[in-house]
């Protein structure tokens, strides 16, 4: 069945579907000897594909992996770290690190803690990181102050970064400390470093921020301990199924 060369690469484990549609725009991938364009059709039982002229198929597909991660602060949300910090690859055992073209969704920055998926799901990263899905992440944020009301009115309304406004979000006080106040935030939308840009544009900047959810995705499962910093979980079949059925409707 023909279908989109970059979705060809993605759901085959290669890359996510952006990097794939970088490496077509780099002249890595060729299609029956012929540079690939974005966009192309091809059939992966008749075409000959190929990434930097290995041959890809779908025979040696690897087996999809989707992981849950409790990111620590100071690892970054990155396959390869240019500045040499550790990576949330690193987390990993080497039989998860190789060959499997496992990588994280999205990103949480380096200073930030808590839920992350990993996976090499190409596919599911394309539409988890589209802009129009409504997944809505969990995190709990401690700022500098105490927020009046009339504040986090206008938090949860949305607040104007970039000449464009943010999306309606829930944003709850959930303790007054002496000098700082917890908040629930629960958002639908995921631009750079949101909620500190946010906070901060608000006169309350972040001191910690952590990532309790996406979605149904909990770093805690019925019964089971609270997944500890730095470590990981197997996604269950029901929550695999949770995603897909709550990505569907986003377009290719």
């Keep these: 069945m023909e279908a989109r060369v970059q979705k060809i690469i993605s759901q085959w484990g290669i890359a996510s579907r952006r990097q794939a549609e970088e490496m077509i725009k780099l002249e890595r991938v060729r299609v029956n000897g012929v540079l690939a364009h974005l966009g192309q059709k091809v059939d992966p039982e008749t075409d000959n594909i190929t990434v930097d002229g290995k041959t890809i198929s779908a025979s040696k597909r690897p087996v999809l992996i989707y992981l849950l991660m409790n990111k620590p602060r100071g690892v970054v949300s990155t396959c390869y770290d240019p500045q040499a910090r550790p990576t949330v690859l690193d987390l990993l055992p080497e039989e998860l690190r190789s060959g499997t073209g496992i990588h994280p969704v999205g990103r949480l920055d380096a200073d930030s803690t ?139």
């Design 114 to 252: 808590g839920a992350l998926i990993l996976t090499n799901d190409g596919d599911l990263t394309f539409r988890l990181t589209h802009p129009r899905h409504n997944i809505p992440k969990t995190y709990r944020v401690l700022v500098k102050g105490h927020p009046p009301q009339q504040t986090l009115q206008m938090w949860r309304e949305g607040v104007f970064l970039d000449n464009r406004k943010t999306r309606a979000a829930q944003v709850q006080l959930i303790e007054k400390l002496a000098e700082q106040s917890e908040l629930e935030i629960i958002l639908k939308e995921g631009r750079n470093r949101q909620i500190r840009r946010v906070a901060q544009k608000l006169g309350y900047p972040v001191i910690e921020l952590h990532r309790m959810a996406i979605g149904q995705l909990q770093l805690q499962l019925p019964k089971e301990e609270y997944l500890s910093s730095g470590s990981f979980r197997y996604l269950t079949d029901e929550e695999v199924l949770y995603l897909h059925k709550e990505l569907q409707k986003i377009p290719d």
